[in-house]
């Protein structure tokens, strides 16, 4: 079901209320966000001072009750209080979790196990061990249900784990210069002002996220505001890296790109696309609200549109999908015409007709751009 409408009747669709009655709920300070919820589950251990196996151990119990715990509070029969936190809790756990990850990094599926934490060390995705941020700002250009009056909080970090040869935000994502470097407190203030003027939710975006997952967690120990987390991402991250962020994102906004893994290969330069992009979504659809994109391409209609749209009316039946046709030639794309002929235009109008008859016979709802 994809929606172009209006930002300002979107939430009139009782269908998107139903698909969407999560993010609602918190987006309007109804329901606390889920990052709140997981610092109010107490710890038994202190972390820090827990081995890994302890660490996984206490992480899977604390999930359990966390699950408890979130179904209490959609169903009204259970209220969150500040006064509630513990002095550890199942953020903390997650943190220290991701942390130590980091000394032989597996946060997505390119597991270069470099420690990234070491003084010159750089993992797969050219990054140490410190965020970076490229801009953040009230973002109106998202999907209706993100942005209404306030806009998506949107943060912008530096770097990607894909090299994609069309990317239309390269700057950020091959640039690991780019940015500026910001800790979890320094984060977390960014994130309550963008609350605070308005945002609806909090955007993590890029590039991609998934690199500053370390970061994105412990800045959640500091937020002292309520509202939903948005993960923006090409979804390439390890499953080990999805178990433990799936309990503090409120609202997916996923990127669904290849049907295969040879165009994934040769224009984003990922093994195994498929495989961790479609498990990913899978875990994403079961642990929150999600709205999916798929950007079609020129000349990638039935290797790519058609598998990505019958994928996910098969498999995340909930699911919100943006069929998006604004693609343009970018990054190396527009100097190696020849190398990239087929990507090397804009869409037609009969190719984004054929994509959006592909979403009306598989019974996702569209409305084409006019």
Same mark, same amino acid.
């Given at each position: 079901?994809?929606?172009?409408?209006?930002?300002?009747?979107?939430?009139?669709?009782?269908?998107?209320?139903?698909?969407?009655?999560?993010?609602?709920?918190?987006?309007?300070?109804?329901?606390?966000?889920?990052?709140?919820?997981?610092? =109010?589950?107490?710890?038994?251990?202190?972390?820090?001072?827990?081995? /890994?196996?302890?660490?996984?151990?206490?992480?899977?119990?604390?999930?359990?009750?966390?699950?408890?715990?979130?179904?209490?509070?959609? =169903?009204?029969?259970?209220?969150?209080?500040?006064?509630?936190?513990?002095?550890?809790?199942?953020?903390?756990?997650?943190?220290?979790?991701?942390?130590?990850?980091?000394?032989?990094?597996?946060?997505?599926?390119?597991? @270069?196990?470099?420690?990234?934490?070491?003084?010159?060390?750089?993992?797969?995705?050219?990054?140490?061990?410190?965020?970076?941020?490229?801009?953040?700002?009230?973002?109106?250009?998202?999907?209706?249900?993100?942005?209404?009056?306030?806009?998506?909080?949107?943060?912008?970090?530096?770097? @990607?784990?894909?090299?994609?040869?069309?990317?239309?935000?390269?700057?950020?994502?091959?640039?690991?210069?780019?940015?500026?470097?910001?800790?979890?407190?320094?984060?977390?203030?960014?994130?309550?002002?963008?609350?605070?003027?308005?945002?609806?939710?909090?955007?993590?975006?890029?590039?991609?996220?998934?690199?500053?997952?370390?970061?994105?967690?412990?800045?959640?120990?500091?937020?002292? /505001?309520?509202?939903?987390?948005?993960?923006?991402?090409?979804?390439?991250?390890?499953?080990?890296?999805?178990?433990?962020?799936?309990?503090?994102?409120?609202?997916?906004?996923?990127?669904?790109?290849?049907?295969?893994?040879?165009?994934?290969?040769?224009?984003?330069?990922?093994?195994?696309?498929?495989?961790?992009?479609?498990?990913?979504?899978?875990?994403?659809?079961?642990?929150?609200?999600?709205?999916?994109?798929?950007?079609?391409?020129?000349?990638?209609?039935?290797?790519?549109?058609?598998? /990505?749209?019958?994928?996910?009316?098969?498999?995340?039946?909930?699911?919100?999908?943006?069929?998006?046709?604004?693609?343009?030639?970018?990054?190396?794309?527009?100097?190696?015409?020849?190398?990239?002929?087929?990507?090397?235009?804009?869409?037609?109008?009969?190719?984004?007709?054929?994509?959006?008859?592909?979403?009306?016979?598989?019974?996702?709802?569209?409305?084409? /751009?006019?």
């Amino acid at each position: 079901m994809f929606f172009k409408s209006s930002a300002l009747f979107v939430w009139s669709d009782e269908r998107v209320r139903d698909r969407l009655s999560w993010y609602y709920e918190v987006m309007l300070d109804r329901k606390p966000a889920k990052f709140r919820i997981c610092r =109010s589950i107490r710890a038994e251990i202190d972390p820090s001072q827990a081995s /890994v196996e302890e660490l996984n151990k206490e992480h899977g119990r604390l999930q359990q009750k966390f699950t408890e715990t979130l179904q209490q509070i959609k =169903s009204g029969t259970a209220t969150l209080e500040q006064s509630d936190e513990p002095e550890f809790s199942l953020l903390d756990i997650k943190i220290e979790l991701a942390k130590r990850m980091l000394k032989r990094c597996s946060f997505c599926e390119w597991r @270069c196990r470099v420690d990234r934490t070491a003084e010159g060390k750089r993992g797969a995705c050219k990054l140490g061990d410190k965020a970076l941020v490229s801009s953040w700002f009230h973002h109106y250009g998202e999907e209706p249900p993100l942005v209404g009056s306030g806009g998506s909080g949107t943060i912008f970090f530096t770097g @990607c784990t894909f090299r994609c040869v069309f990317c239309q935000n390269w700057d950020i994502s091959q640039d690991c210069s780019n940015g500026v470097v910001v800790d979890a407190k320094r984060l977390a203030l960014i994130i309550k002002r963008l609350r605070l003027d308005g945002a609806l939710n909090i955007n993590f975006v890029g590039g991609d996220p998934t690199m500053h997952l370390h970061t994105i967690l412990e800045s959640m120990r500091y937020v002292d /505001v309520n509202v939903p987390m948005l993960w923006n991402s090409n979804m390439y991250l390890t499953e080990e890296a999805m178990n433990i962020l799936k309990d503090v994102i409120d609202i997916w906004l996923p990127d669904f790109k290849y049907g295969n893994d040879k165009c994934a290969i040769r224009l984003s330069k990922v093994p195994r696309y498929f495989e961790v992009v479609s498990r990913n979504h899978v875990i994403a659809h079961a642990n929150g609200d999600i709205i999916i994109r798929h950007l079609v391409l020129p000349n990638h209609i039935e290797c790519c549109t058609k598998p /990505v749209l019958e994928w996910i009316a098969k498999n995340c039946p909930r699911a919100l999908v943006n069929v998006m046709g604004q693609y343009h030639p970018d990054h190396l794309v527009p100097s190696n015409p020849e190398k990239y002929s087929d990507i090397a235009r804009r869409l037609r109008r009969d190719e984004l007709e054929r994509a959006y008859a592909i979403a009306e016979s598989l019974g996702l709802v569209y409305e084409p /751009v006019s």
